[in-house]
């Protein structure tokens, strides 16, 4: 584990010699009166998986949509592969917390949705969308509707839409709280093989401490509102243990501890 | 319902294979039973009912299902439906069009919604009965009237429907879409129409619902026409099971309409709830 926090904030911001994929530089938001982000400065290393982490209300979705571009930051910029987000784009893609699924379409139409959206023609559409549903290990339920679904299939469902339009970021929304424990911990090891496999920029949102250590590359802690950033830890865990043997591995379980008691004074 | 079937679990695996069979028939078909049961006793009811006598102008069950019958023989349903059926079709056709496009404009827009909605919640609340002998004052009467009465009742629950299903589109579907740079125009078609369209198609029931008592209220209170004048009229010569019988055939008719537009959408709109 590294603890990188000590750096000050403008080295923390630069990963040494790795290319950065998201810049977030200044971010605030307001919400009327209330302040939710505050000078947000962040650097989102390109094919790792970073994590956003924090007591609830700290504004780590806010700041994940706002990279999005689905809603607009009060002050500051995003820039992604260089270029400043004033809106969604082709390059980053969102999967949502609520899985947000269209209930009348099959999982195949819900997966190709977003190169639908794009114009893409029908075959092609599908024959792409059939290759995700497969790398999510959904093959077979191409014709199911959402509701013939459990909630971690559905989740997958999400997941494969993400990666039908082949974005170079990836947004995840605290996407696994929707999903029951067990069906959680096989969805995780899931994802890391397809983070391992697709070499895309992962952001992902969570409030489990747990699922932050055992999936990132990179976590950063934020601090209740005003969101602000109180850590940055790298947990440098070998991923190619085992996943039992990661979660019983002595650097993991100290990481865990770590962030606990850092994060404990927010909780009341 | 889930109980007894649950409850009739247990003991139907440890009967013969025979008695099983002779259950689990019952038990498929057990809805349609208790709906027939419900139907027959309330028949019988009226039956009895017409034989104590409650009123002379009270026909039994029997005399009016023979009423009916003869009536739908000798033709005189099928001309007074073509004669009904006229405005109802043209009046409900025009609210559809009207009711759910203004619908969807008043839930997208907030000028439109301003602008557009008290009036209809004017109208939905306004005793339209009182209204049809201005309809009658201004336009005559003829189809024109009735087409308007039709359209009158069945507008406002339409596009009022209409704009709180798209007000209440799934704000979460409508960010997937945006987040995936889905135009303005595809958010509307993809997403929010598909979204609405359960409760923009429980507006068109009840509106139709609604053209129903119009065209009716129209045919009793302009000129009798069409199935209001065989009520008038058998009324007006004491055929009270022929009174009856039509009055029976156009309950008849909008149900049967009403469970057909039900399915027609769940056919073509819903394919996911088929299955379940």
Same mark, same amino acid.
């Given at each position: 584990?590294?603890?990188?926090?000590?750096?000050?904030?403008?080295?923390?911001?630069?990963?040494?010699?790795?290319?950065?994929?998201?810049?977030?530089?200044?971010?605030?938001?307001?919400?009327? &009166?209330?302040?939710?982000? %505050?000078?947000?400065?962040?650097?989102?290393?390109?094919?790792?998986?970073?994590?956003?982490?924090?007591?609830?209300?700290?504004? @780590?979705?806010?700041?994940?949509?706002?990279?999005?571009?689905?809603?607009?930051?009060?002050?500051?910029?995003?820039?992604?592969?260089?270029?400043?987000?004033?809106?969604?784009?082709?390059?980053? !893609?969102?999967?949502?917390?609520?899985?947000?699924?269209?209930?009348?379409?099959?999982?195949?139409?819900?997966?190709?949705?977003?190169?639908?959206?794009?114009?893409?023609? @029908?075959?092609?559409?599908?024959?792409?969308? !059939?290759?995700?549903? !497969?790398?999510?290990?959904?093959?077979?339920? &191409?014709? @199911?509707?959402?509701?013939?679904?459990?909630?971690?299939?559905?989740? %997958?469902?999400?997941? !494969?839409?993400?990666?039908?339009?082949?974005?170079?970021?990836?947004?995840?929304?605290?996407?696994?709280?929707?999903?029951?424990?067990?069906?959680?911990?096989?969805?995780?090891?899931?994802?890391?093989?397809?983070?391992?496999?697709?070499? @895309?920029?992962?952001?992902?949102?969570?409030?489990?401490?747990?699922?932050?250590?055992?999936?990132?590359?990179?976590?950063?802690?934020?601090? %209740?509102?005003?969101?602000?950033?109180?850590?940055?830890?790298?947990?440098?865990?070998?991923?190619?243990?085992?996943?039992?043997?990661?979660?019983?591995?002595?650097?993991?379980?100290?990481?865990?501890?770590?962030?606990?008691?850092?994060?404990?004074?927010?909780?009341? | 319902?889930?109980?007894? /079937?649950?409850?009739?679990?247990?003991?139907?695996?440890?009967?013969?294979?025979?008695?099983?069979?002779? *259950?689990?028939?019952?038990?498929?078909?057990?809805?349609?039973? *208790?709906?027939?049961?419900?139907?027959?006793?309330?028949?019988?009811? *009226?039956?009895?009912? +017409?034989?104590?006598?409650?009123?002379?102008?009270?026909?039994?069950?029997?005399?009016?299902?023979?009423?009916?019958?003869?009536?739908?023989?000798?033709?005189?349903?099928?001309?007074?439906?073509?004669?009904?059926?006229?405005?109802?079709?043209?009046?409900?056709?025009?609210?559809?069009?009207?009711?759910?496009?203004? +619908?969807?404009?008043?839930?997208?827009?907030?000028?439109?919604?301003?602008?557009? /909605?008290?009036?209809?919640?004017?109208?939905?609340?306004?005793?339209?009965?009182?209204?049809?002998?201005?309809?009658?004052?201004?336009?005559?009467?003829?189809?024109?009237?009735?087409?308007?009465?039709?359209?009158?009742?069945?507008?406002?629950?339409?596009?009022?429907? +209409?704009?709180?299903?798209?007000?209440?589109?799934?704000?979460?579907?409508?960010?997937?879409?945006?987040?995936?740079?889905?135009? *303005?125009?595809?958010?509307?078609?993809?997403?929010?129409?598909?979204?609405?369209?359960?409760?923009?198609?429980?507006?068109?029931?009840?509106?139709?619902?609604?053209?129903?008592?119009?065209?009716?209220?129209?045919?009793?209170?302009? $000129?009798?026409?069409?199935?209001?004048?065989?009520? $008038?009229?058998?009324?007006?010569?004491?055929?009270?099971?022929?009174?009856?019988?039509?009055?029976?055939?156009?309950?008849?008719?909008? $149900?049967? $309409?009403?469970? /057909?537009?039900?399915?027609?959408?769940?056919?073509?709109?819903?394919?996911?709830?088929?299955?379940?």
């Amino acid at each position: 584990m590294r603890n990188i926090t000590a750096e000050a904030a403008t080295a923390a911001t630069k990963t040494a010699g790795a290319e950065i994929a998201v810049e977030v530089r200044g971010i605030c938001k307001m919400y009327n &009166e209330v302040e939710a982000l %505050r000078s947000i400065d962040l650097d989102f290393p390109a094919g790792k998986l970073t994590t956003l982490l924090g007591p609830s209300g700290c504004g @780590k979705t806010t700041l994940l949509k706002i990279i999005a571009g689905l809603i607009p930051a009060t002050s500051g910029e995003i820039r992604v592969n260089g270029k400043t987000v004033t809106g969604p784009g082709p390059e980053r !893609a969102f999967v949502f917390q609520d899985f947000a699924l269209m209930p009348w379409a099959t999982v195949m139409r819900n997966v190709a949705f977003g190169l639908e959206l794009k114009g893409m023609g @029908k075959d092609e559409r599908q024959a792409i969308a !059939a290759k995700y549903i !497969a790398e999510v290990g959904l093959s077979g339920f &191409e014709n @199911k509707f959402p509701h013939e679904l459990s909630g971690g299939m559905r989740q %997958r469902v999400g997941l !494969a839409r993400a990666f039908a339009v082949n974005a170079d970021v990836l947004l995840l929304d605290e996407p696994f709280s929707a999903v029951d424990e067990q069906n959680r911990r096989k969805f995780q090891e899931d994802l890391l093989e397809l983070v391992e496999k697709e070499k @895309k920029t992962f952001i992902f949102v969570t409030h489990s401490i747990e699922e932050a250590v055992y999936c990132s590359d990179r976590i950063v802690i934020l601090s %209740r509102r005003p969101g602000r950033i109180a850590q940055i830890i790298e947990p440098e865990i070998d991923r190619s243990a085992s996943p039992d043997a990661i979660r019983r591995d002595q650097g993991y379980l100290d990481t865990v501890e770590e962030i606990w008691q850092g994060l404990k004074h927010y909780v009341d | 319902m889930a109980f007894p /079937a649950q409850a009739n679990g247990s003991p139907r695996a440890v009967r013969s294979s025979e008695g099983s069979f002779f *259950w689990r028939k019952l038990s498929e078909h057990r809805t349609a039973l *208790w709906r027939t049961a419900s139907i027959g006793l309330f028949f019988l009811a *009226w039956e009895i009912a +017409g034989r104590i006598p409650i009123s002379f102008a009270f026909p039994t069950f029997l005399e009016t299902l023979d009423a009916f019958i003869r009536m739908t023989l000798d033709g005189s349903f099928l001309a007074a439906y073509a004669q009904t059926l006229q405005p109802l079709v043209i009046g409900i056709a025009i609210s559809a069009v009207i009711g759910v496009g203004l +619908g969807i404009v008043m839930g997208l827009s907030r000028f439109a919604e301003w602008l557009i /909605a008290p009036v209809f919640v004017v109208l939905q609340a306004a005793p339209m009965a009182a209204l049809i002998p201005l309809i009658t004052f201004v336009y005559g009467i003829g189809l024109v009237s009735k087409t308007l009465a039709v359209i009158m009742l069945a507008l406002p629950v339409i596009a009022l429907n +209409g704009y709180k299903a798209v007000r209440n589109a799934n704000p979460s579907l409508v960010a997937m879409c945006y987040s995936f740079q889905g135009s *303005w125009w595809q958010r509307i078609v993809k997403i929010i129409i598909p979204d609405a369209s359960p409760v923009i198609f429980a507006g068109l029931r009840l509106g139709l619902a609604a053209g129903f008592i119009g065209v009716i209220l129209a045919e009793l209170l302009i $000129t009798p026409t069409g199935i209001g004048d065989l009520i $008038t009229y058998h009324r007006s010569v004491a055929d009270y099971p022929e009174m009856y019988a039509a009055v029976v055939s156009i309950i008849l008719v909008s $149900t049967l $309409t009403l469970a /057909a537009l039900e399915a027609f959408e769940l056919r073509v709109l819903r394919p996911e709830k088929r299955r379940s």
